[in-house]
Each structure stands twice: as C-alpha cells, then as structure tokens.
C-alpha cells in the first residue's frame, strides 16, 4: 500500500493538558500502580489518534505512533534490549517493567541514571544508551507492537516509529568499544521489530535516521551510511513497508544511494533541498520546529516542483511544538493569527496535499498570505532605535581587560578554595506557585506578593548560610521560568498560557514567543538581588539567562538571522549587568545552558554560529568592570567539540554539567589548558537521588587531578528548581562537605 497523501512524523506525546506528566509523576509518588498508569497512557494514545485522524489525517498509516513513556531513545533501547552493561544483573531480559524503565530514567539509591543530553539540535533531552563490547540485541520488549495493536483495535491503523540503527548507536556511548561498530549485532532486532508488527497488522514502520544529516567527529559519514544500509537491508521483505525519516537537517547528498532500500523516505524540506530519489517522497514543507504559520504559496510550489510521487508532511516531529494554538486566548487575535502550533501544522499539512491533488484551496491560501503581509508590517517587529544601536555596535562592546587584570581588581571577593555555590533556582515549592497564581489573578496584591517572595528569599539566604555555602543566591522564587519570567519583561515576547512542550520525562517547558524587536524597558532582576544581599555579608551572584539561552528555549521570529535577534538580547541584557553593578551586586552570572545545544549539525554551519552566538555573549558581559566577576553556566550536552567556544566567552568562572557523564569533561579542561574558574558539576539534579559521600569524593578526585585547585569550584550541574528541599538540603549538606575533604586532601586552605 502507498501512503496517505497527508501525514506527520511525529505528534507531541506528553498530552493536551500534560496528562502523561501527571500519570508519570503520580506513578513515581505511589499515587496509582502500573496498571492504572498503563491505562492512562493508552487513553491518552487513542485519544491522540483519534484526534489527528479528526484534523484529517486520513487513510491507515497516516498518523504516526511514537509513543514513549519517558523518552523515544530509551525506548528503542528497552525494545531492542539494550541493556547498560553496568544494570546487567539488575535488569532481567524480557520486557521491561516500569520499575526497571524509571531505574534507568531516573536512578535510585546508588544506581545513577542513563546519561542525559540534548536531542540533536533541539531542547528535547534524551537519555543515552550505555553499551560495550560484550553487548547483544534481541527484541526483548513488544510494547511498540503492543501499542499499534491496541490502538488499531480502538479504530486507528498507526504508523509505528523507531529510532533507527545508525542514530542510536551514533548517539550511545561504549566502554571499551566504539557503539556504531555493533550494527551487525543490532540489525536482527530490527528485522525481529518489522517481523512482528507485520504479524501484527501494521502497514508502513518509520525508522528515523536523522544522524545521516549531521556530521559527527567520533563516527564517519561513511559509516553511518553503512549503518543505515545495514538496517535497511534487514527489514527488507519482513512483509512491513519501510519509511526512512531523514528530519532535522538537509539530506541531500546524503540519502540518495540509500532510498531505493526504503518504500519511501522522509526529507526535511524547511532546513534541506529536494534530494534526486524519485520513489515516494514525503516533502517536509510544514516547519516542525518553529511556531509560524507556514507560507504555504512557497510549500505548494516545492512541493508541484518535485518529480517524484509526493505525500505532504513535516520537516521533524512536532514534539518540539506545543498542541493547539486556539487555546491561547491570552495571545491578541494579530499574533494568533501568525502562528501555527501542532494541530494548525497538520491542518497545514492537510490543506497543501488537497492543494495539490487539484482542490480549490484558495481561500486557506488567502488566509495564510493574508497573515503573513499583515505580520511583516505589524507595530513591533521593526523597532528603529533597538536596530540603530545593534548596527553601531563596535568589537569594543564585546571585549573586557584582561583576565589577570580583572582576577586582581575581584582579590576583595575572598573566598576559600573550591568555593561552593549553587547555579542559581533553588525548589519552587507550592506556596510558591499558589502565591504566584493568585498574584496574576489578582487575588493578591502587589505588595503582598512582595512580602511572599521576600520570605522566600530570607529562608533561601539562611538555609544556604546554615549549610555553609560560599557564594550564594537568592533562589528565584519570582520566576516561573527561566526564560519566561525575562520574556516577560522584554518588548518583542508574547507569553503562551497552554504552550507546554516536552523537555524530557515529565518535565515540561513553555517556551515564549519572540516575535519583535527586542529591548529592555525597565530593571527586571535588580531588586530581587539587592534584597538578598542585604541579608548577608557573603556575596550573592545576580542571575541572568544568557542570549542564545533565551533564543534556544524560545519560539524565534523567523524573519531576520538568529545573530541580529541574539544581538537585540545582548544589549537588553548588557543593561541589566549594568544596573546590577549599581546596586552594589559584585558576581553576575549569565547562563548559557543551550549554547552547545544549537550548534548546526553540519560542519560548515559550526564556525559562524558560534563566531555570533559567543558575541551575543560577550555584548551581554562586555560593560561590566573589572571588579565584576562574571559567572556562566552550560549544562547537557556534550561539550568537549566546542571548548574553543566556551574559552572564547571569557568567563571568569563557568560552571558546567559533569555529574551523569562522570567528570568527562574534565579531560577537555585539562587538555585544552582552560585558564579561568571552572566548576564542573557533582551533584545530577534531574534525579531524585541524594549523592553518597563516596561518589562526590570520586567525583571531585577526578575534577582535582584535572584542574588547579585555584581555579575549581564545586557545584550541582544545574538549577534546584525541580527538586524537593528535603533532598535539596541534604545533597548540599554532602557537597559542602566534600568540598571540606577535598581541600583537606590537596592540602588547600587559601
């Protein structure tokens, strides 16, 4: 059978109103057992189903069926029975309890998870397979099986997914053994996967090989070509007809010799050009990654320019996009009308396969022409005064004295070697959130929500004092995101009310939409900051998202380059820095979690996003004084290809994921000679697990044999804001503690 001339590669998982989120997390607590919990995520399958098949994705395999509990990755290896050999002896073969896929997602007691990173080039976390040379495969888990069939049984024939051979092997990491030199031992259970859901009923499988578009300095071209043919070759014949997704990036040059292996293929059209592959191609015109409504007179012509049979579709998944835009009645009617979240892209995807096959679509065509004129010339988008002082913008604004100048000029900010602190949020508990809530119901009054937040920060600022911290914070109790609570305050962003997106598990983000000119009219963080540090003699750092952070963890205009919008930010930023030096603030740090994260995948995109993406930075830090000492933080990715760049962001201290990855970056510190602060982290905050004295002791022994002790601080890998504070205060107790041990050892006092 062909394909429905309509369909998607992907539909976001986590539930209209996140009830996944809240199935998973009333799991974790007890609240309900596994067959509730199993029920539930059914429910909310069928009900995803149905509701794509109701958008008018018609036709059996049109809509598609990745549905993974916590995270797609993990899932093809439960699947595929890839098993960490560390979990062994833990985890029995077979198929996979829930007890044993939350071990693996989330660790417990002295078992630590899967490492976590970002998805590509996306805000997607996903958990990496562990693998060795004496790992083996086998189709040891049926739940994609069991997923198709009983959602075909409520009345909906899905188009299973999987990530494909040469992406997960690609994106494992292996103890003693490179993972992509196991794709002989892998494709069989490919082949066992396409077997059964042939036996099943199932029509069409989508193996998802976006590696193929990116280029990877461990693994060559040459071989993941070889990996994808592999898997290909197995599933040939199995009775299953295959669709290779090739998303995220431009496949041309790269998927040809490999099409013909596949009943059709997947391109993304929004990144890529049209690959010479004739077959059945499904043309990604409809944009998966971004939020604006698609320009759907140029998506018809690439789509009537292609020779070759097409099927209408997205550029990636939309799991990076939020479910229903008419949701936002919040937004103004002009805004709304310019975007499209994941049920206006399939409306989208609909309309342009009608277009195609000869219908009159004009009026959905007028429609969309109509908004986007009206966009281009809306108050807002231009803003003369904002793009006047980005175009005088000289090196000066990006360069500050010299390192050893400013180390001299911050000597009265004494502090220990291997100072503490923490990165920045501390739990946001539910008086918190309630007094948040009803402070934008206006059911509390400024003044009152003053006094709530106020409280907050005394207990933050004591509790930090009682534990012994170094540098403290005041723990962000105001904000209700990172980039939000800045979106807010900055011209050019709209917030969303119902614009949840998945980060990873049941961690969900909204990011905001910015859709203007950018400028900072008034103090955002100022005062929050100068009360904490009334309250102690103990310096307390001002904290500040960075550029590409807002850029990356935000819905981005898509009409002028990321480099002028991440410049528009820098200087809003630059602001802030410069008021916070006036009220007295002496450590400022600005956050770049996300600057690996938006690194192209193709190599000869890398050097000029990071030449801009560590200006933006530097705009943001460049005006501050010497006297200042400027902190960043990176957390989640892996960071060892773009050193260089961290470098040139001339931090005076960068602090920095390390904890699931073991301290692998320290050998890129080491032997890259990083000659400012660094303090790779120790404690993994996106697990409930309290560190054990052991494990922080061998964790700072490896940042200690890497890194002068002059230069190191000690850490958690990232903000506290999703933990609770009974763990919060005893993981900090244990940091500060081995703080203590390590100087101690290295017999450092100063």
């Known amino acids: 059978m062909t394909l429905p001339a309509a369909t998607i590669l992907g539909y976001p998982r986590i539930g209209r109103d996140r009830d996944l ?67 062994r002896d833990v985890v029995p073969a077979g198929p996979v309890s829930l007890a044993h896929e939350w071990l693996l997602a989330r660790g417990e007691g002295d078992v630590p998870p899967l490492e976590m990173t970002k998805w590509l080039d996306s805000n997607y976390h996903y958990l990496v397979p562990e693998l060795d040379a004496a790992s083996t495969f086998a189709l040891q888990d049926r739940r994609i099986v069991e997923r198709f069939a009983a959602v075909r049984d409520a009345g909906v024939v899905t188009r299973p997914s999987i990530v494909g051979p040469a992406t997960l092997l690609t994106l494992a990491t292996g103890g003693g053994v490179r993972p992509i030199e196991l794709v002989d031992r892998l494709v069989p259970a490919y082949r066992a996967l396409a077997e059964a859901l042939a036996e099943a009923g199932a029509p069409w499988l989508q193996i998802d090989e976006p590696a193929l578009v990116g280029d990877w300095g461990h693994v060559s071209r040459a071989e993941v070509e070889a990996a994808v043919r592999a898997g290909l070759e197995a599933v040939r014949g199995t009775g299953v007809r295959i669709l290779l997704a090739v998303p995220n990036g431009d496949a041309s040059g790269r998927v040809e010799a490999l099409a013909p292996l596949a009943d059709a293929v997947a391109v993304d059209l929004v990144r890529g050009s049209v690959p010479a592959i004739g ?35 997205t550029s990636t998944s939309l799991l990076h996009v939020p479910h229903d835009v008419d949701r936002e009645t919040t937004l103004s009617d002009e805004l709304r009308s310019w975007l499209a979240f994941a049920d206006q892209k399939v409306a989208e995807v609909v309309t342009l396969a009608s277009a195609l096959s000869g219908a009159d679509e004009s009026a959905a065509l007028g429609r969309a022409r109509d908004a986007l004129a009206a966009r281009r010339v809306a108050p807002g988008v231009a803003d003369g005064v904002v793009r006047d002082r980005v175009a005088a913008a000289s090196a000066g604004d990006a360069e500050r004295v010299a390192y050893d100048e400013r180390v001299a000029a911050q000597a009265d900010i004494v502090l220990p070697a291997l100072p503490t602190t923490t990165i920045g949020s501390f739990p946001q508990t539910g008086d918190i959130r309630r007094a948040r809530a009803a402070h934008a119901r206006g059911e509390l009054d400024d003044a009152g929500y003053r006094a709530a937040m106020e409280a907050e920060i005394r207990d933050v600022v004591a509790l930090q004092e009682r534990l012994g911290l170094d540098v403290l914070v005041h723990g962000e109790p105001e904000r209700n995101d990172m980039v939000q609570y800045f979106a807010e305050s900055l011209d050019g962003f709209a917030a969303t009310a119902h614009g949840w997106v998945q980060s990873y598990g049941s961690r969900c983000t909204r990011p905001s939409i910015l859709w203007g000119d950018v400028a900072r009219p008034a103090p955002i963080t100022v005062p929050w900051t100068a009360y904490a540090q009334s309250l102690t003699a103990k310096p307390v750092k001002g904290m500040l998202t960075g550029p590409v952070t807002i850029l990356a963890w935000s819905f981005v205009r898509d009409d002028q380059p990321l480099a002028d919008t991440a410049a528009q930010v820098a200087f809003a930023l630059r602001d802030e820095v410069t008021d916070l030096e006036a009220a007295g603030t002496r450590i400022v740090q600005v956050d770049e979690p996300a600057l ?58 960068t602090s920095i994921e390390a904890a699931r990855s073991r301290m692998e970056i320290v050998d890129d510190i080491a032997g890259h000679g990083y000659p400012r602060g660094i303090g790779p982290g120790v404690w993994d905050i996106h697990s409930p697990r309290v560190p054990g004295a052991d494990e922080l002791d061998e964790l700072l022994a490896t940042a200690t044999a890497g890194i002068p002790a002059g230069r190191l601080w000690v850490n958690p890998d990232c903000g506290l804001k999703t933990r609770g504070y009974a763990e919060t205060e005893a993981s900090l107790e244990r940091l500060v503690a081995a703080a203590e041990r390590a100087r101690e050892r290295i017999g450092a006092t100063v």
Not at 621 to 628: C, E, I, K
């Open 279 to 313: 077959g059945t191609v499904v043309a990604g015109v409809v944009g998966g990654r971004n939020v604006w409504r698609t320009d759907l007179d140029a998506a018809l012509e690439t789509l009537r320019g292609i020779d070759a049979h097409v099927v209408v579709g």
């Open 596 to 653: 690996r994260e938006l690194l192209p995948l193709e190599e000869h995109r890398r050097a000029d996003y990071l030449d801009w993406s560590v200006r933006a930075f530097r705009i943001a830090t460049g005006g501050a004084a010497p006297g200042t000492q400027v902190h960043t933080h990176l957390c989640y990715s892996e960071f060892g290809s773009i050193i260089d760049a961290i470098d040139g962001l001339d931090a005076d201290v």
């Open 21 to 87: 989120k809240r199935a998973l997390e009333q799991h974790w607590r007890g609240a309900i057992d596994d067959a509730a919990f199993h029920e539930r995520a059914h429910e909310i399958r069928v009900a995803d189903a149905r509701r794509l098949v109701d958008l008018g994705l018609v036709g059996d395999a049109a809509v598609p069926g990745e549905w993974a509990h916590y995270d797609h990755v993990l899932d093809a290896a439960i699947t595929l029975g890839a098993v960490p050999p560390r979990l």
